[in-house]
């Protein structure tokens, strides 16, 4: 018996322990357990805010608010302040990105106030951007208290301030404006990207480069200076001429840098076109080319401008292909014709004919020419000429007085000629049809 109540004693004793260690253990666990104070931090309503280049000396700074609110005493960081408990905020001080400053230092700084747990302060800061990080978000540091200093903890994502920047072409080619001759000299502006009058951004030693935009003809084109050009004190970088890109067009462009591990990019430039020759007349221009494939071309315009032209093999690639389908193509004619067609414009195009006569049926006449240009225009068929793949309407020239033709409609029309040796196409370009670069072939 004796024996058996010892068992049942050191049961009980054995019992009572473990309670009082479990006990133990839970309230060692609660003791560890301290809620932390938690603020969120957003500007402009969350979004990061895009700040204009201004120094102290000129520009108007940005005005952007900070909204500071109490998330309250919280175990861990909460998704959101809603429902929050625990003491209230006394005091802010924002810290801005390194380089940059404010208008009024006294704005970085709210004492005194007192917050509830769920209520937010706004805090309007005049703020002009250094450019150390220019181009990516650079982050905003808080020292949020109540009765000890940087007491609150940041919950979620700290909020962002970013000085944009972008390249805006300065000279040709320009963004808008009358097609340009050539791509040199070139020159890009850095400048701010989200002002409505962009402010220059004087950053230096950044490396531009210079390649093909959307919808430029040759997606191939990459040009490039031998040396890509820096930027200099100013933000401005020019392009010298080497190598110059090749005659055809219409090209596009876009300049390109990179800075402080960010793409800084340009709008596309405005359309240009390399001509083989420019006359740069102020009315009655002429011009005249020979071509590779024994091909003349003499062009008289009354255009109050310049008068652009080239010849160029119909296999380089630098304009765009077409040829009119179903029309029978001079082998021995390959040449590309391209010329300006601002105000009225004749082209005369002369060729060989010992260039038809290679032709088996060189009885027939082939007198033909194919256009293609950038406005609509009825063909021979008496048909509007149809887009290509280029965006360009290609079709073949009626002849002047053919009966579909009115002169209330201005249209191309051409007349034909020849004599013992040559071949001669006449084509009249309206002003009143349309202005632009046509191609003939």
Request: charged share 10%.
């Amino acid at each position: 018996m004796t024996s058996r109540r010892n068992g049942v004693r050191s049961a009980i004793v054995l019992g009572i322990v473990s309670v009082l260690a479990i006990g133990l253990l839970t309230a060692e666990s609660a003791s560890a357990r301290t809620k932390t104070n938690y603020y969120m931090a957003t500007v402009d309503n969350g979004s990061n805010a895009n700040v204009r280049y201004a120094t102290s000396n000129s520009g108007t700074p940005t005005e952007v608010t900070f909204t500071i609110t109490n998330c309250g005493s919280a175990f861990a960081p909460p998704s959101n302040c809603a429902n929050a408990k625990g003491n209230s905020l006394d005091s802010v001080v924002i810290s801005l990105p390194t380089g940059w400053s404010a208008v009024n230092a006294s704005d970085l700084t709210k004492s005194g106030l007192k917050l509830a747990p769920g209520a937010s302060v706004n805090m309007a800061v005049s703020v002009r951007p250094g450019l150390t990080g220019a181009g990516t978000g650079q982050g905003v540091s808080f020292c949020v208290s109540d009765a000890t200093a940087c007491s609150y903890h940041l919950a979620g994502t700290s909020p962002t301030l970013t000085l944009p920047l972008k390249f805006a072409f300065t000279h040709s080619p320009a963004p808008t404006g009358t097609p340009s001759t050539s791509l040199c000299p070139t020159e890009v502006q850095l400048t701010d990207g989200f002002a409505t009058s962009p402010a220059n951004v004087p950053i230096q030693n950044i490396s531009v480069t210079l390649a093909a935009a959307a919808n430029s003809i040759d997606p191939s084109l990459d040009f490039t200076s031998v040396t890509p050009p820096l930027t200099d004190g100013t933000g401005a970088a020019a392009f010298d001429c080497t190598p110059p890109p090749a005659v055809g067009g219409p090209y596009k462009v876009v300049a390109v840098g990179q800075y402080a591990s960010t793409s800084i990019p340009s709008a596309d430039s405005g359309a240009f076109i390399v001509y083989s020759h420019l006359n740069p007349c102020g009315g009655d221009c002429t011009g005249a080319e020979n071509g590779n494939g024994g091909t003349h071309l003499d062009v008289n315009s009354d255009a109050l401008g310049d008068l652009g032209t080239s010849f160029f093999d119909a296999g380089n690639g630098q304009y765009p292909t077409f040829g009119c389908d179903g029309v029978k193509k001079l082998e021995g004619r390959p040449d590309v014709l391209q010329a300006t067609s601002d105000g009225d414009k004749t082209v005369v195009i002369t060729w060989s004919k010992a260039v038809t006569l290679k032709f088996t049926d060189n009885g027939t006449p082939h007198w033909q020419v194919c256009m293609a240009a950038p406005a609509v225009f009825t063909t021979d068929a008496n048909t509007d000429a149809v887009i290509n793949d280029a965006g360009l309407y290609e079709g073949t020239i009626p002849l002047c007085g053919a009966a579909f033709l009115s002169p209330d409609k201005p249209n191309p029309c051409m007349a034909i000629s020849r004599n013992a040796a040559q071949e001669i196409a006449t084509i009249t370009l309206p002003s009143g049809w349309a202005n632009g670069d046509p191609y003939f072939h």
